[in-house]
Structure formats: structure tokens, C-alpha cells
């Protein structure tokens, strides 16, 4: 073999991977509403600076201003009368999409396409819609009837916690086209989010089940009055509260307790080894194997959702008091500071931190 060729052989096997993007592709991060992004590499706190800011609703009573989005090169946000998709580095929007006198529930991004719960301004009904991720085209629309309550999508399906006619259910429907694929009356789909393709519903009958994203077949039950408050990233179980409120780890596959914390928690954030969990003016950090407390972080106000990226916890406070930044592993203190708001966790993805009261979005990095 030549030297030019060997030369060239070593040239490419020492290339860096590229590996999948950091993106944020619904609240939570992804279907597991772990609140913890993996792949984030390039946001480094020391550097951090407002770049740019948007308004996130217009003056209709209705409007919510919701989470951004990050994917696929862009940013998706509500914006006055609809949504829009950005470009991360300027804010500069890149098109939108009005909606008529309705606002947003949920967004989230999949196959291509942007999903959205939204609910008319009267209150007197919902619908589930798709659009292009690419241009913002509308694709399909499905009226839900009733007001909806959450929705997350996985596998193809978009599950929605409805009430039509004001009668609980949980529905499934085609990613594809906005079949139906399947409905569980009396079920309630409080913390809807899915573990390895699994939801926990709670149920009439003062229990819960576990079913299977893609056909609504039950997976397991309890007696136990348990519903979801996150997930591990493996999708291997569901972090659960309920009557007594302590937060337990279950196994997703049988309904097994793992382990039980004393601590009761509204949500949780979840990496491999850890779980963060809001509580009061702090946020404690427990192992994930144990249950066991290893620290926690005090905040100048009461804690909201934490949000992991990379090596770093970012845990928002009140409202517009400093977010706090910290070692993920450590719970060591790192440059923060920028306003935050309990009730809006941070998106971070793309070496970019993103941050909403809900009136505007703010971009740092």
C-alpha cells in the first residue's frame, strides 16, 4: 500500500464522529420528559450573554406564551396569533404559521412534522394538528371535542389526556395521517409522558396502568394510585408519585418498586445515575440506583423544573429571580444569574440556553 494511500486511510479513521444533534424536541426534552439533554457539548456557562429576545403571544386573552422547540436548525416558539420557527443564532424568523383564535397546549417535533394540541379561545373545543417542520404548512387536523388537557408523542403516535364531552379518556393517534389507533375512557393521563413506549394512566378505579403506546393494551396494573412524574433516559422506568405523595422508582416493564423516597416531588429530572427533584427553595439531588440523597442546591426562591444539558443543572426560581447553574455531578455552583421563572423550565440544545417567562423568549450563549 502506498504512503499517499496509507496517509489518506489515517487521515479519515481519525476524523471526529458526528454524532446525532443536541435538539429539544418537546417539553421535558423528549417523550420521557426526563428534562435531560445528553448529547448538549458546546454551552459553556462562563460565556453565556442575551443575544436575543421575541415576544411569545399577542393580546388575545386566550394566548399562552409555551415552550420553544430546538430542532432540526431551528427554533420553534408561540408567537402573537400563532407560532413561528427561528433561526437560533440571530432570532431572526425564518416563517409563521397563524392560528385563528386558539392558543397552544402542547407543541412537540417528530418525523418531520410539528405537533399541536391547541384549544379555541370560547373554550369549547380542541384539536390535534399537524404542520411542516420545514415550511409550517398545515398537513392534517383532528378535532379532539372537549377541552384537552396534555399530549405527547412517540413511536408514530400522538397521545392526547382528553374530555369529550367532558368524559375522561386517553386517545392514541397516527403520526401518519390522524387515525385513531385507539381510546381508554376512564382514564386520565395526569404526567403523560412514555417510558420506553409505555404510559401511566391512572384510572377511575382509583388505580393505574401501564399501556402500550401503539395499541392501548395493558401492560401491567396497580391499585396503587400512581401517576408519572419523569422518567429514566433508558426508558427502563417511570419515577411516580401519588397517595401519600412520596416519590417512588418504578420498574416500567411489570410495575415493580425499585425504591421509595421519603420526598415527594411535583417532577423530576433524570440522567443515568441521578435524579433531581424540586423541593421548597432547593433542589436535591438523589441516586438513581438508591433513592439515597447525595446533596442539593439552595435557590433565592421556590424551585421549578431542573433542566440537565451535558455536565450542567440549570434549576430556575420564582419568577425572574437568578437561574442557578451547577455541576451536574458536584452540585458546585457555576456562573448563572440570568432571570428565570419557576414555571418554565430552560430548553438548552445547540450550545444555546433558552429561557421563557412566558410574555418572551431569551437566547444565551
Known sequence: ???VLVTALVAVLTLPLSGPPSEWTQPGYGPGAT???PLEKGLDSSKLAKRWEIPTHGSPECEIGREPLIA???VYSSVAGGFAAFDPATGARRWFTKLVR???????IADGKIVTLTYTCDGQGSFLTTFSATTGARLW???????AQDMVVDRGVAVVDTRPDYTLSTTGYRLSDGGRLWRLTGTRGDGLLSSGGRLLLRTTESGARAVDIRTGGTVWQTTQNWYAVGSDPAGTRFYVSGTGGALTAVNAANGSTIWKSDMP???VTADEKRVYLPRYRSVQCLDAATGRKLWSVQLPEAAGQPVRA???LFSPSGINSP???????TGKPMKGGMPSDQHYPPAVAGGRLFLTDGDRLRAYF
Open 310 to 312: 451535558g455536565a450542567l
Open 35 to 37: 428534562f435531560y439533554n
Open 141 to 147: 387536523e383532528v378535532p379532539i371535542g372537549g377541552p
Open 323 to 329: 437561574l442557578s447553574i451547577a455541576d451536574a455531578v
Open 72 to 74: 432540526g436548525g431551528n
Open 265 to 267: 416531588s411535583p417532577g
Open 102 to 108: 386558539r392558543g397552544i397546549t402542547r407543541m412537540a
Open 1 to 3: 500500500m502506498s504512503s
